[in-house]
């Protein structure tokens, strides 16, 4: 079955205290990228990745890295997390051809 | 950087009522639209989506949305809306050509409420 898969699907972590939420995808897609989902503000695109070590920032980077060392894998660190990065995070992937894009099922982080 | 309105941010509707939510993007060149639903607690599934050729497309569950070149809009419409509906709804467009060409800019989303 084509899909995305995130990892944690829920987090309540403390400030400052480095994490890792994995994203896979198994659909052999080039792009891959990265959202958080804020109330009253929508979705923002935080990082994007055109293929294999091509990373790039969206609208919303700061805070936030990510790593492209395989095509199905694109893992978003939070090498200090701060409260204001309490959010809902997708992790999105899409043909190369084919502007439509498979979300993955999110992942809550809590910081406090 | 191109932006997305959806004019409505909270709609209740009745079951049976018909629905329209707006949907205006800031991108005079050509452009892929979608429009995705959030279900309460779970992630974004493509409703529709509008790349060229008829801008009146059909989606999933009666859904239908209408692109106005002109107007540069792409409204979602449904002509008799059930409880099911409840969701939130984001409008998305893909600016082909601009210097964000790959990413997907949403809109705010609209939250509907259906009751019974």
């Known amino acids: 079955e084509a899909q995305v898969t995130q990892n944690p699907r829920y987090l309540i972590t403390v400030t400052g205290k480095k994490l890792t939420v994995t994203c896979s995808q198994n659909m052999n897609h080039e792009y891959m990228s990265w959202y958080r989902q804020d109330p009253g503000l929508g979705l923002r695109q935080i990082y994007y990745s055109m293929n294999v070590e091509v990373t790039d920032k969206g609208d919303v980077p700061e805070g936030y890295k990510v790593s492209r060392k395989e095509k199905r894998n694109f893992p978003l660190i939070l090498e200090s997390p701060s409260p204001n990065q309490t959010s809902l995070y997708f992790c999105a992937s899409r043909d190369g051809r084919v502007h439509e894009q498979y979300f993955g099922p999110g992942t809550r982080l809590t910081v406090t | 950087a191109q932006s997305v309105s959806q004019h409505n941010h909270h709609v209740i509707l009745s079951e049976a009522a018909s629905l329209e939510l707006g949907c205006n993007y800031s991108y005079g060149g050509t452009v892929n639209l979608f429009w995705y639903v959030q279900y309460p607690g779970q992630h974004l599934q493509l409703l529709l989506k509008y790349f060229s050729g008829d801008p009146l497309v059909k989606g999933i569950k009666g859904f239908e949305a209408e692109f106005i070149k002109s107007k540069f809009s792409f409204n979602l419409r449904k002509p008799s809306v059930q409880w099911s509906d409840t969701a939130e709804y984001f409008c998305?467009?893909?600016?082909?050509?601009?210097?964000?060409?790959?990413?997907?800019?949403f809109g705010k989303g609209t939250s509907l409420l259906v009751t019974p």
């Open positions: 998305a467009v893909n600016a082909l050509g601009s210097n964000s060409g790959y990413a997907l800019n």
